[in-house]
């Protein structure tokens, strides 16, 4: 079946939605999402989005930016941080005007939190710039833009998975995808795509991140010669319940919540003595692990996965009841305890791609590192990498970065589909059908699991918080292997109607394609800078590395070029805090 | 530890009515109904079809019926559903819905009743200020209800539901409350026909199953009670003190 829209919108999270809030308005417009809107990950978000509003105390947008250039080590773009804070201020007021129930200072106004690496006046001390709705604004957020795209009347195709992007050149005509009720192969012509598909966190063992977070747009783009930027960045994020990964947020630590090793040390006494428990996530994870390495975990045994503590039980059972109410239930479902009452045991889960589709401040795909752009063809929220989180993103600023570049994507894609004409590709569907013809084509082969076990244990351990060239080798080949194994899975499941095995096996091969530029990327950057940390390498090396990292992925070899970073207003410094 | 599961399939292409197929795997007491059920479709059954997404509570994707409870599955430990007397868990998909395949249901009239009671901030006015103003109490009265995940178990624990197929049913009515409690919103008298309609909130009788089952904890009869009288103060003196100045 062929559709015809003015601009279609792949994926239904914050960014998704919000461009096409945009768009909907001013041409026509369609959102393709894998999931309905409301089960996107954007609701799981919990601790807040962060403004400099000054509702409690002073702050300016410009620390804000600042806080976010230094907490992404210096691989920030610039001039993007200071858009990022800046509109961050009215994208919030908009939220809040659209029916977003913040929570609310004494006074009436939207009530503002600690948060790890938001500072006032450029380090001094920790400012209150969360602007939260309970531990549930990710919910809230998503919420409230669904809310509003029933009342815009947006168009959506619910459970349709993208498969292929259609190309001619460096001009974008459409998508290609599979209809989960049918089976049946769609083509969706479009004058703009833009692809807001989300994380892919799941490529590693323990994660923070949902089943859906498989990378589908980025790995879609990179194997039509789209580059890829920055992708050995993954952020770990410090606290997620030990074993599972599920989130504990930040916001835990922003109300005064602590670490603790087995000795019941407050131990970011000795990494981040200004910021503490609230320095960055790159620095805190760390910390937990080089105390697990010192057998100050709590099993003491420094393996990987030994844990530490946190503690919230000096915060009360009232203060967690009114703003960190999720916690309390996750901790009582999960762990079977009160976080009034004990700490809970945490360890660093895989949360949050720094890197992804390279971008530009209007959301449009950069196509290499001389400033070529792709035309038609745009990108936002985490799948995109503008840059504004760099080498390590900061708390609460995903959210900023959803509703602020999602937004800018929105308006310049309803001024761009103006301008042009839907572009003829022919066969544009050919592609597709022969991929999912050859995995029911009666070869009996593996269904995908053991593969995509190993590839989230060999993620986990050699492309993990640490790591070092030698493991990353290891990494490498073994993840060739897995791809050569993945070309014999095939489907158990021949049924064309709610397939949900033909999408779990097309989303292990973008999770494979991503795992290994992400393992090649962080080979090749020889320096330590923000959360990637290299043993053979611990320092950050500005001579050679201030540089941004693009990849393409051609065949089964990976080239690699650079794009310079914006350092127009602040000149990088060492990180301390 | 060894566990059964006992699952409800049905594949439309293949089956003319459902039937339990039964499943061995070996689990932690600790896991997840949702790590069990991924572990047979991974290893053992390509063919079983579910959704799922976030695993942790949130997203609303794999509500079922777990031992004739509708539960979210990524929500539920085996340890909390498992009998001492080794029988298998009972995996069912939502009641009341018509079954596209095994666990999965079809939500197209959960979501159009949802849709139907205008689920958005109704206020025109231009904001004077940044934000609305709105003080910690006023934020407090409509806080239960924003905790809605949409995941329909309400809907199939309802016992009206099977009686009166038509009745706009429990989520739609705590969406509406969510707004007619919220201090900034002016539209009660938009949702009135379709709340004060008779598939409104009165085919509710106060069983208060979706009260049991939503695993946001959300007071929902309450909500549907609150939301009642609200309709007959409002009959008492039309135009009056309903947050709705039009």
Redesign the interface.
């Known amino acids: 079946m062929i559709h015809e829209f003015d601009a279609v919108v792949v994926g239904a999270g914050g960014a998704g939605l919000y461009a096409a809030l945009e768009t909907s308005s001013k041409a026509k417009t369609a959102v393709v999402s894998k999931?309905?809107p409301?089960?996107?990950?954007t609701?799981?978000a919990q601790g807040g989005i962060g403004a400099a509003?000054g509702n409690v105390e002073e702050d300016k947008p410009e620390w804000h930016a600042f806080d976010t250039v230094k907490g992404g080590d210096y691989l920030v773009d610039q001039s993007a941080a200071i858009i990022l804070a800046e509109e961050a201020v009215q994208a919030?007021?908009d939220l809040?005007?659209?029916?977003l129930?913040?929570?609310?200072?004494?006074?009436?106004?939207?009530d503002q939190r600690r948060f790890g690496g938001h500072t006032r006046n450029f380090g001094e001390t920790a400012v209150r710039r969360s602007c939260y709705?309970?531990d549930?604004t990710g919910?809230?957020i998503l919420?409230t833009l669904y809310?509003?795209c029933?009342?815009n009347n947006v168009s959506f195709f619910d459970e349709f998975q993208v498969i292929d992007v259609m190309l001619d050149g460096r001009r974008c005509g459409g998508v290609v995808a599979v209809e989960l009720?049918t089976g049946d192969v769609h083509v969706f012509r479009a004058k703009a795509v833009l692809f807001a598909t989300g994380g892919f966190g799941r490529m590693f063992k323990i994660t923070s991140n949902?089943?859906?977070n498989t990378g589908d747009g980025p790995a879609v783009l990179a194997r039509r010669g789209v580059p890829l930027e920055d992708m050995e960045f993954f952020q770990f994020h410090p606290t997620g319940i030990r074993g599972?990964g599920?989130l504990i947020t930040e916001g835990v630590r922003g109300e005064g919540g602590v670490l603790r090793n087995n000795a019941g040390e407050r131990f970011m006494e000795r990494y981040a003595p200004t910021l503490l428990d609230l320095a960055p996530r790159d620095m805190v994870s760390r910390a937990i692990l080089t105390e697990i390495k010192a057998g100050k975990g709590i099993r003491g045994d420094r393996q990987i996965d030994d844990y530490v503590l946190l503690d919230a039980t000096l915060l009360g059972k009232e203060v967690i009841q009114a703003k960190l109410p999720?916690i309390a239930?996750?901790c009582k479902?999960?762990l079977g305890l009160d976080p009034a009452e004990q700490p809970m045991p945490v360890q660093p889960t895989a949360h949050y791609a720094m890197g992804g589709i390279p971008t530009d401040v209007r959301g449009r795909v950069v196509a290499d590192g001389e400033g070529d752009m792709y035309q038609g063809l745009y990108a936002a929220g985490e799948c995109a990498c503008v840059s504004v989180h760099g080498a390590n993103r900061l708390g609460t600023n995903s959210l900023v970065d959803l509703i602020v570049f999602g937004r800018r994507a929105g308006r310049h894609m309803a001024d761009f589909v103006r301008q042009v004409d839907l572009l003829s590709l022919g066969e544009e569907a050919s592609a597709s059908k022969e991929r999912i013809a050859e995995l029911t084509d009666g070869k009996r082969g593996s269904?995908?699991?053991e593969i995509?076990e190993t590839m989230e244990a060999v993620m986990m351990e050699k492309v993990g918080i640490y790591r070092n060239d030698k493991q990353m080798t290891r990494a490498v080949d073994r993840l060739q292997e897995l791809r050569q194994d993945y070309r014999d899975v095939r489907?158990?499941?021949t049924?064309?109607?709610?397939?949900?095995?033909l999408l779990?096996i097309l989303e292990l091969g973008n999770l494979l394609y991503l795992s290994l530029i992400t393992a090649e990327s962080a080979r090749n950057r020889k320096e330590s800078r923000g959360a990637h940390s290299r043993e053979d390498y611990p320092e950050r090396d500005d001579a050679n590395w201030l540089k941004h990292t693009l990849t393409w992925l051609a065949g089964d070899v990976i080239r690699i070029g650079y794009k310079p970073v914006d350092i127009s207003i602040w000149k990088p410094k060492p990180r301390k805090y | 530890m060894e566990v059964t599961l006992e699952i409800q399939r049905f594949n439309p292409e293949t089956d003319t009515k459902p039937a339990f197929s039964h499943y061995q795997i070996n689990v932690q007491p600790t896991d997840r109904i949702l790590d069990a059920l991924m572990q047979i479709k991974r290893l053992q059954d390509g063919t079983l079809a579910l959704r799922k997404s976030c695993a942790h509570g949130v997203c609303g994707s794999d509500a079922m019926r777990i031992n004739g409870k509708e539960r979210l599955a990524c929500k539920t430990l085996v340890q909390d559903v498992v009998g001492s007397d080794s029988a298998p868990i009972r995996i069912e998909p939502l009641r009341d819905f018509p079954i596209e395949r095994d666990l999965m249901v079809d939500q197209q009239t959960f979501f159009e009743k949802y849709r139907s009671v205008k689920p958005f901030l109704i206020n025109d006015d231009p904001v004077e200020q940044k934000e609305r103003i709105q003080s910690p109490e006023q934020r407090r009265a409509f806080e239960d209800a924003t905790n809605c995940i949409l995941c329909s178990a309400c809907f199939s624990a309802c016992p009206v539901m099977e009686t009166n197929p038509q009745f706009l049913g429990p989520a739609a009515i705590v969406q509406a409350a969510r707004f007619l409690d919220d201090s900034r919103d002016m539209g009660f008298e938009p949702r009135l026909p379709i709340l004060d309609g008779p598939n409104g909130v009165w085919p509710c009788e106060n069983h208060f199953a979706c009260t049991r089952v939503c695993p946001r904890e959300i007071k929902i009869t309450k909500l549907i009670n609150q939301t009642k009288r609200k309709i007959k103060k409002y009959r008492e003196s039309p135009g009056g003190k309903m947050n709705d100045r039009r």
Do not use: C, W
């Open positions: 999931l309905y409301i089960r996107s990950h609701g799981a509003l919030v007021y809040e005007n659209r029916g129930p913040f929570n609310r200072t004494p006074d009436g106004k939207i709705a309970a549930r919910h809230m919420q809310q509003q029933i009342k009720a949902a089943y859906a599972m599920i999720e239930g996750f479902t999960y269904h995908g699991a995509r489907m158990q499941d049924s064309k109607r709610f397939n949900t095995e779990e």
